[in-house]
DNA sequence: TAGATTGTTAATCGATTAACAATC
DNA sequence: TAGATTGTTAATCGATTAACAATC
């Protein structure tokens, strides 16, 4: 296939893939189909090829897609073949823990610099980083090649570090406060909302014993 | 309109709109367009409406609607009327940080207990919990009648921990170990992966310093 | 050759957006 | 009455799934 943009469901899934494949590598597999990717990852198998042939034709006929050279490939368009540097903005409580995920994130991609905007926090040790004061950001994005931010500062705060961020020259935002980023539009900024996730949950309880609803399953 | 099933994506904006109106209803404001909430979550106002018009006629004509009274129906719809008690598994680092969101889920949602599997983790203090050791699970789950599980272990421990979740009697579980959870089609699951979130944000990174390439933007 | 599995087209399904009558 | 804004239908857009020829 090739061309064509790709949907960002598309793109969410290639690191789902990747981990799995990853696996599947460690266990010396060599070959898989779209049908056991399917069915492990809880997905289509007819989606699988379908996403991968937009950025090539990387299976066999008959035989499957080779582990080795897929993770290639995948690690290739998410662009993670080169080491892609990431700085963590907030040593609160959620920014110590995403911190530690270093060694989870060994397809290089890295946290090499934690930020803080409180005196309390600057200088302390996070694993090998120490928290440094948000005025040093902008210059250690530029020495690190930093190309991507976490934020993980209370809501009212996350549209000015996003602020700074982008002032700074970052070119993607993972943003972990409840609040809704404004970035121009070649910023991408993806949200994870620990709230929400779980407030949307509730909704699919089954109704609990003090209860006369029957509206919806 | 009212019954048809109503889709996923709109049950994981109403939290988003109940947060907002919240923030609203602090700032004393009283009435709301689905244009004012559209311009400030991002959202398209016509979609908006659609979304609250699936579980009645929540508006006036003419007017908007009425912050309290929009607030009172979404908790009713999310069932965070009534107190809904979570339960967390994995007292890491990130076990930790999201515990300490109690305060923000305000809304009737509370995690009331905190398991690990680890003896060197179990008697610890977090916030006024204590951390309690897995085979406790059953018994607490059914004392505090937590209703819904969060899974903070590491990715290997996350398919058994759901299964003890299961048995104990939850009805939801909300999944941050980057493994897909294999469940019976009663109990909901949500995965939230930090490293999924950050590959894929790679993706749309426009090209670095040392490249060729131009397939795409 | 027979069996397996891809890449791709067509069919289906679902979600978003536009438009507007109803009405406050 | 005039202006604003809902609730809802119809139009559009996009994503998923089924089916199958190509081929290893």
């Not at 397809?107 to 090499?112: A, H, L, R, T």
């Not at 909704?203 to 003090?210: F, M």
């Given at each position: 296939m090739k061309a064509d943009k790709i949907s960002e469901a598309v793109v969410r899934r290639l690191p789902v893939y990747l981990r799995y494949l990853n696996e599947l590598h460690k266990r010396e597999v060599t070959t898989v189909s779209s049908q056991e990717l399917g069915q492990k990852l809880d997905l289509n198998p007819a989606q699988i090829r379908k996403d991968l042939a937009y950025f090539g034709d990387f299976g066999r006929k008959g035989i499957g897609y080779d582990v080795v050279y897929l993770i290639d490939k995948i690690r290739h368009i998410l662009k993670i073949d080169q080491q892609i540097n990431v700085a963590l903005v907030g040593a609160g409580n959620l920014g110590q823990a995403l911190s530690n995920y270093n060694a989870y994130l060994k397809?290089?991609?890295?946290?090499?610099a934690v930020f803080d905007s409180s005196p309390a926090k600057i200088g302390h040790q996070i694993n090998t980083l120490t928290v440094q004061p948000m005025d040093e950001l902008r210059e250690t994005v530029r020495q690190l090649h930093i190309r991507i931010g976490i934020i993980t500062v209370p809501d009212f705060e996350a549209q000015r570090v996003a602020d700074e961020m982008i002032e700074s020259g970052i070119g993607a935002i993972l943003n972990f406060a409840p609040t809704i980023i404004k970035a121009p539009p070649h910023i991408r900024i993806h949200a994870t909302d620990f709230t929400t996730d779980l407030l949307s949950l509730a909704?699919?309880?089954?109704?609990?014993?003090?209860d006369n609803e029957n509206d919806d399953q």
């Open positions: 397809d290089n991609m890295k946290i090499v909704y699919y309880l089954e109704n609990g014993k003090d």
